[in-house]
């Protein structure tokens, strides 16, 4: 499929922004807060995580597509 062929690449941007985020700071942008666990949006992936700060370590939980936000304008 060309649209998948298309947005392999802005899939593995966002996860490698995902790891750079989380490896920096994983409070540096501010996300959504349920519990334990955040939740980071980078479009088009989500990831659901929790910081385990004394060990200086994060686990991600989950990992889903959330689509193209702005997909109708394009």
Do not use: C, S, Y
């Not at 409070?27 to 990831?47: H, M, S, W």
């Amino acid at each position: 499929d060309t649209r998948a062929a298309r947005r392999r690449p802005l899939v593995r941007a966002a996860a490698d922004e995902i790891d750079r985020i989380l490896a920096i700071d994983p409070f540096l942008k501010d996300p959504a807060v349920l519990g334990e666990e955040r939740t980071l949006i980078v479009e088009p992936l989500a990831v659901d995580f929790q910081v385990f700060t004394q060990d200086r370590r994060v686990v991600v939980a989950a990992v889903w597509m959330i689509g193209f936000l702005n997909e109708h304008e394009k």
